[in-house]
């Protein structure tokens, strides 16, 4: 099972970093769990952010935001739209499906001319 977040949407930050003080290195990244399996992919609807300084390379954890970077938050959590949540079928699952099938009908069928 491959369980990973994929990144929707990233924002820039017009706040100064909490530990460098740089006024161009912020961005909030939007990431939405994404599942894949032998037998299928799905999108779900869980959702993380992160914030992180690309100018020194630091994650900016929710203890050290002020009071201006919690209100850009809050707003950009409520612009977000998420991608729909989703599942797809991949090849495997669909040959499982078939050989359950093909032996239920052959199951049906015995037991049908049994009676007979």
């Known amino acids: 099972m491959h369980d990973t977040f994929i990144l929707i949407k990233e924002v820039a930050l017009n706040n100064n970093c909490p530990e460098c003080f740089s006024k161009e290195g912020l961005r909030l990244a939007f990431k939405q769990r994404f599942i894949?399996?032998?037998?299928?992919?799905s999108i779900t609807a869980e959702v993380k952010h992160t914030i992180t300084c690309k100018t020194c390379n630091?994650?900016?954890y929710p203890e050290r935001w002020t009071e201006d970077i919690e209100r850009v938050v809050e707003y950009q959590q409520k612009a977000f739209?998420?991608?729909?949540?989703?599942t797809y079928l991949k090849k495997a699952s669909w040959i499982l499906i078939g050989i359950i099938g093909v032996i239920l009908i052959a199951i049906l069928v015995a037991v049908f001319y049994s009676e007979s």
């Open 36 to 41: 894949e399996t032998k037998f299928y992919k």
């Open 58 to 60: 630091s994650d900016i």
């Open 81 to 86: 739209v998420p991608k729909k949540t989703s």
